[in-house]
T-cell receptor, first 114, second 113 residues
Framework: EPEVTQTPSHQVTQMGQEVILRCVPI?????FYWYRQILGQKVEFLVS????????KSEIFDDQFSVERPDGSNFTLKIRSTKLEDSAMYFC????????????FGEGSRLTVL | EDQVTQSPEALRLQEGESSSLNCSYT??????LFWYRQDPGKGPEFLFT???AGEEKEKERLKATLTKKESFLHITAPKPEDSATYLC??????????????FGTGTKLQVIP
C-alpha cells in the first residue's frame, strides 16, 4: 500500500539552528501539506502546496518557515532559525483528490529544540 | 474562529461494549467533517468524510453520523485493536481559507479485553 514517508523520525537541534524536514508524498498525489502537533495538543495546519506553490498558509507559518518541492518526489519543510516553541511532531500529508480533509499522513518527524 | 470540541476526552470500554464519541463544531459554512484515527506515535489515518446533515458512513465497527451542530462516531462491539485516539476535523467554507482543516483534540479510546 502506498504511503507517505518522512525523515528524520526524530531530530534534536539547538535554538537558532536551521532544520529541514523531508517528506516523500504518495507518487500520484498532487496536493501536499504540513501539519504540526505539539505534545498533548491538537493537530494544526501549517501550509498547503499545489502546482509548485503555496496555496494556503496559517498564521503559524511565518517568515521562518518555508516549503519546497525540489524534485518530482520530495517535499521539504525548512525552519530557518528554530525556537523552543517549534518543538513538536511535524506531519507531512498528501491528497489525490484535493479534498483537504481526506489526507494521507506520514508517521511524522519529531523535532526537539534545546 | 472555527471551533471543534470532542467529548469525552478519554473513554474506557470493555470489549463488546458499544458507545459513541461526540464532535461538536462551530464553523462558518461547513464544507466537510472528517474523522481520523491516530495510534500513539503515528500520523492520523483517514476514516470518513461527511458533507451534510443526515449523512452516515460505515466502516467495519465504526459508523459516523452528522447533524447541523455535531457528529457522532458510533463504535459497535469494539475490540482491543480499536484502541486509539479518534480525531474529528472540519473544513469551513467562509473562514480560514479552503485548504485549512481544523482538528479537535481527540477522544482517547481504550478497549479492555
Amino acid at each position: 500500500e502506498p504511503e507517505v514517508t518522512q525523515t528524520p523520525s526524530h531530530q534534536v537541534t539547538q535554538m537558532g539552528q536551521e532544520v529541514i524536514l523531508r517528506c516523500v508524498p504518495i507518487s500520484n498525489h498532487l496536493y501536499f501539506y504540513w501539519y504540526r502537533q505539539i505534545l498533548g495538543q491538537k493537530v494544526e495546519f501549517l501550509v498547503s502546496f499545489y502546482n509548485n506553490e503555496i496555496s494556503e498558509k496559517s498564521e503559524i507559518f511565518d517568515d521562518q518557515f518555508s516549503v519546497e518541492r525540489p524534485d518530482g518526489s520530495n517535499f521539504t519543510l525548512k525552519i530557518r532559525s528554530t525556537k523552543l516553541e517549534d518543538s513538536a511532531m511535524y506531519f507531512c500529508a498528501s491528497s489525490l483528490s484535493g479534498s483537504p480533509g481526506e489526507l494521507f499522513f506520514g508517521e511524522g518527524s519529531r523535532l526537539t529544540v534545546l | 474562529e472555527d471551533q471543534v470540541t470532542q467529548s469525552p476526552e478519554a473513554l474506557r470500554l470493555q470489549e463488546g461494549e458499544s458507545s459513541s464519541l461526540n464532535c461538536s463544531y462551530t464553523v462558518s459554512g461547513l464544507r466537510g467533517l472528517f474523522w481520523y484515527r491516530q495510534d500513539p506515535g503515528k500520523g492520523p489515518e483517514f476514516l470518513f468524510t461527511l458533507y451534510s446533515a443526515g449523512e452516515e458512513k460505515e466502516k467495519e465497527r465504526l459508523k459516523a453520523t452528522l447533524t447541523k451542530k455535531e457528529s457522532f462516531l458510533h463504535i459497535t462491539a469494539p475490540k482491543p485493536e480499536d484502541s486509539a485516539t479518534y480525531l474529528c476535523a472540519v473544513q469551513a467554507g467562509n473562514s480560514g481559507g479552503y485548504q485549512k482543516v481544523t482538528f479537535g483534540t481527540g477522544t482517547k479510546l481504550q478497549v479492555i479485553p
